[in-house]
């Protein structure tokens, strides 16, 4: 992919990537890297037609009947009629893992699973998943059963859909698509306004995310693991079955083919800070991917941490989701149990804090800085205490700095002195935060 010349402020661009738009734009826009790392749309040539930002996952104006979360699940998910305000539409919520793919998984290789299931039940003729190319990642389509492992894993680098309409279209099949909240989002746009689309991918696995990772992030953990050269086929989630489930490593081959690991903890908390983090994330208010067939994240919970191998929590939100859990679980190929959906939502606290709690606060001080906010459900809105503003405006900060300096010194050392007054001052924030609200 090139590299996107045109100056620009990308720091507080409002795009995660997903490159649908491309596909509504009549070859006016292609997907290039931007210059703090991130994949964004680029104006090639000609007029770019009015419709093009119609299945924009960010789109500060939608069409009211699909403005939300709330109107899409809707219009895509009539297997159910359980709401919660938290969860969205769902049949059940599990946690668990599958006994073949847990292993060589992120969490508990249920994605993999149903990955598995999908295509030998001929549900799909191919799935449309994030798979090592030359190296690196990339969305491609996939479809040998007996090689389902080669597509296991969740990579934290920037990936695009930009490709996936064109490839639709000259495949005789059905196709299952893998992706985080706003991409599949975007697939729901692009199914809302071209219904034969709805056929074509008769099933979406949602990856529950906390954060949209420039490729700085990926740079920086190779640099930190050692690795003085280019990198090549990063592992973002080496399992310790020792240890616990968050206690994984980064690893990575450099140019010469030596393998450079180092476990994450090395380099602190690079979720809750922000860090390399998209400005689109701190708009979105969709922790569970709530408009997919199947939400699947970590099992973020007290009794499950201390298994090093991984668990995954589960909401099925379609009668196919359902059943393939209901039935793996059946025949032995899952270790799964029913959990009370809270768990699912106090799996994901920290997230739902960050997005919804932040959430009106963020969108202020936007408006101020004359930034042009996404369109927002307002019922997540809610009210914060001044010592939660502070963590806001420290949170952007971080946010915004770690990829200003990761840009002008790619270098860890140097990046980590920049970083260092930032990062104590917003845990020191925190710590406040955090201490009084325990008090009241
Ligand atoms: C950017 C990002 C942020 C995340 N944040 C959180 C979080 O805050 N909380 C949480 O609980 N979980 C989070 N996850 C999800 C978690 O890491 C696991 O991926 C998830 O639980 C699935 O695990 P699994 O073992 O079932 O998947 P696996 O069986 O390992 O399969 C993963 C599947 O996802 C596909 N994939 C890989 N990378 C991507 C990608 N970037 N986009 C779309 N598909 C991809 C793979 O091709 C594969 O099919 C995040 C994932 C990503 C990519």
């Not at 709330?70 to 919520?93: M, P």
């Not at 279209?169 to 196709?175: A, E």
């Amino acid at each position: 992919m090139k590299e996107n010349s045109k100056k620009e402020n990308a720091v507080n661009n409002l795009c995660t990537g997903c490159g649908v738009c491309v596909s509504e734009s009549n070859g006016t826009l292609e997907m290039r890297w931007n210059k703090f790392g991130f994949i964004s749309p680029y104006h090639v040539k000609g007029d770019i037609p009015n419709t093009t930002m119609r299945v924009c996952p960010f789109n500060p104006k939608p069409e009211l009947d699909i403005s939300d979360e709330d109107k899409l699940a809707k219009i895509f998910l009539k297997d159910t009629d359980n709401r919660d305000e938290k969860i969205g539409s769902y049949l059940g919520t599990f946690v668990g893992y599958s006994r073949e793919h847990r292993i060589t998984s992120s969490s508990g290789g249920i994605a993999t699973y149903i990955f598995a299931q999908l295509l030998e039940r001929k549900v799909v003729d191919a799935v449309y998943v994030v798979k090592e190319v030359n190296g690196t990642y990339e969305y491609q389509m996939f479809s040998k059963k007996e090689d389902i492992t080669n597509i296991s894993k969740t990579r934290y680098i920037p990936v695009t859909l930009e490709k996936l309409f064109e490839r639709i279209d000259k495949l005789d099949g059905k196709i299952a698509v893998s992706g985080v909240a706003c991409f599949i989002k975007a697939i729901r746009l692009k199914q809302y306004y071209h219904p034969e689309l709805r056929n074509k991918i008769p099933f979406l696995v949602g990856i529950i995310c906390g954060g949209w990772k420039s490729r700085f992030f990926t740079e920086f953990l190779a640099q930190s693991s050692g690795i003085q050269t280019k990198y090549k086929n990063q592992d973002y989630r080496i399992k310790d079955p020792k240890s616990s489930a968050s206690d994984y490593a980064f690893g990575a081959y450099d140019e010469k083919d030596d393998f450079f690991q180092m476990k994450m903890s090395k380099v602190g908390d690079m979720w809750g800070t922000g860090l390399f983090k998209s400005k689109a994330c701190d708009f979105c208010t969709d922790v569970l991917t709530e408009l997919a067939d199947i939400s699947l994240g970590d099992a973020w919970l007290p009794q499950y941490r201390s298994d090093g191998l991984g668990n995954s929590v589960i909401v099925t939100r379609s009668n196919l989701a359902n059943n393939i859990i209901m039935e793996g679980i059946a025949k032995g190929d899952l270790r799964v149990s029913l959990i009370d959906k809270s768990q699912i939502i106090l799996s994901q606290s920290s997230s739902f804090s960050h997005r919804w709690g932040g959430l009106k606060f963020r969108v202020r001080m936007a408006r101020l800085s004359g930034i042009k906010v996404p369109y927002i459900r307002k019922r997540v809105f809610e009210k914060i205490s001044l010592p939660y503003m502070m963590v806001q405006i420290q949170r952007e900060r971080t946010r915004k700095y770690s990829l200003i300096y990761w840009y002008k010194t790619k270098n860890a050392d140097n990046f980590n002195k920049l970083m260092h007054f930032d990062l104590k001052v917003l845990r020191a924030l925190t710590r406040m935060y955090h201490k009084l609200r325990k008090r009241k």
